[in-house]
T-cell receptor, first 112, second 113 residues
């Protein structure tokens, strides 16, 4: 059982480039989340989704976009990458409301 | 909106000593509370969760946490620290009003030999 899979694991972008971070889960979870993790700052919620076709902003959505066309996939799009977007990005999913989230292994992104 | 405060970004304890990591939450409705652990260069793994059943929750690796509504706290404890407990620990809150999961800033636990 693969769980939550993120690709790529590492990426270096130049300022102004764009890219999509991929996230897929095979647990038929309705809820999916994108976080960024910066040293000493914990995890900040970027966007989340409660089901296919529904997305909502989290704590730090600026500079990012998401879509949720299927239950399994929740890609995160960076347009016009900036150095401030250098971070480790985690995708997570969960089933029912009171249950825990399952995390992917993360994508380490550097913008230079 | 929910929020989580973790007191102490770094905590050091001797091997065999009590581990206490502090977490206070803010939520206007009954919360769901979680502790996660992160080892270097890995994702987050659930240690334990509180979802309105027993207030004393036991988790993996000998950890437990007690939900105290009057103190809005959910502190994590372990009676005897082991070297393998060295990691970063995150407290998180969600509720049934919206579906966000909000994390604290984390506490890095160091184990001294």
């Amino acid at each position: 059982n693969a769980g939550v899979t993120q690709t790529p694991k590492f990426r270096i972008l130049k300022i102004g480039q764009s890219m999509t971070l991929q996230c897929t889960q095979d647990m038929n979870h309705n809820y999916m989340y994108w976080y960024r993790q910066d040293p000493g700052m914990g995890l900040k919620l970027i966007y989340y989704s409660v089901g296919a076709g529904i997305t909502d902003k989290g704590e730090v959505p600026n500079g990012y976009n998401v879509s949720r066309s299927t239950t399994e996939d929740f890609p995160l799009r960076l347009e016009l990458a900036a150095p401030s977007q250098t971070s480790v990005y985690f995708c997570a999913s969960k089933g029912l409301r009171a249950t825990e989230a399952f995390f992917g292994q993360g994508t380490r992104l550097t913008v230079v | 909106a929910q929020s989580v405060t973790q007191l102490g970004s770094h905590v050091s304890v001797s091997e065999g000593a009590l581990v206490l990591l502090r977490c206070n939450y803010s939520s206007s409705v009954p919360p769901y509370l979680f502790w996660y652990v992160q080892y270097p260069n890995q994702g987050l793994q659930l240690l334990l969760k509180y979802t309105s059943a027993a207030t004393l929750v036991k988790g993996i690796n000998g950890f437990e946490a007690e939900f105290k509504k009057s103190e809005t706290s959910f502190h994590l404890t372990k009676p005897s620290a082991h070297m393998s407990d060295a990691a970063e620990y995150f407290c998180a809150v969600s509720d049934n009003r919206d579906d966000k999961i909000i994390f604290g800033k984390g506490t890095r636990l160091h184990i001294l030999p």
